[in-house]
């Protein structure tokens, strides 16, 4: 069994940054991707970035430049480092796991990021 433990976020001022991180806790697993995705409200959950266990990235148009995704492999943890908030950054993000083995997908509970402007 995996589970994902997620921190940081906040309420900031535009202009400010914020770093969340995401561990995946648990044995016998083998890591595809991590990722992180985020859903305002009275919208649908989109991607924010991803990274590969091979550290290829994949980020949103709307964000790219500001935020930067990171793994530290060792510790199964993805980092996202988030410069020059706008207010419509905010939402509840969600760290996303994929593994290859087994092949299963997994989701956090979801932080709360709130950018004041």
């Known amino acids: 069994q995996v589970h994902l433990v997620e921190s940081g976020g906040g309420q900031v001022q535009a202009g400010e940054s914020l770093r969340l991180s995401c561990a995946a806790a648990?044995?016998?697993?083998?890591?595809?991707?991590m990722g992180w995705y985020r859903q305002a409200p009275g919208k649908q959950r989109e991607l924010v970035a991803t990274?590969?266990?091979?550290?290829?990235?994949t980020y949103a148009d709307s964000v790219k430049g500001r935020i930067t995704i990171s793994r530290i492999n060792a510790k199964n943890t993805v980092l996202l480092r988030m410069n020059s908030l706008k207010p419509e950054d905010t939402a509840v993000y969600y760290c996303?796991?994929?593994?290859?083995?087994?092949?299963?997908?997994?989701w956090g509970q979801g932080t709360q990021v709130t950018v004041s402007s």
């Open positions: 990274i590969t266990s091979g550290g290829s990235t």
């Open positions: 648990g044995s016998g697993f083998s890591i595809n991707a």
């Open positions: 996303n796991l994929l593994l290859t083995t087994p092949p299963y997908e997994y």
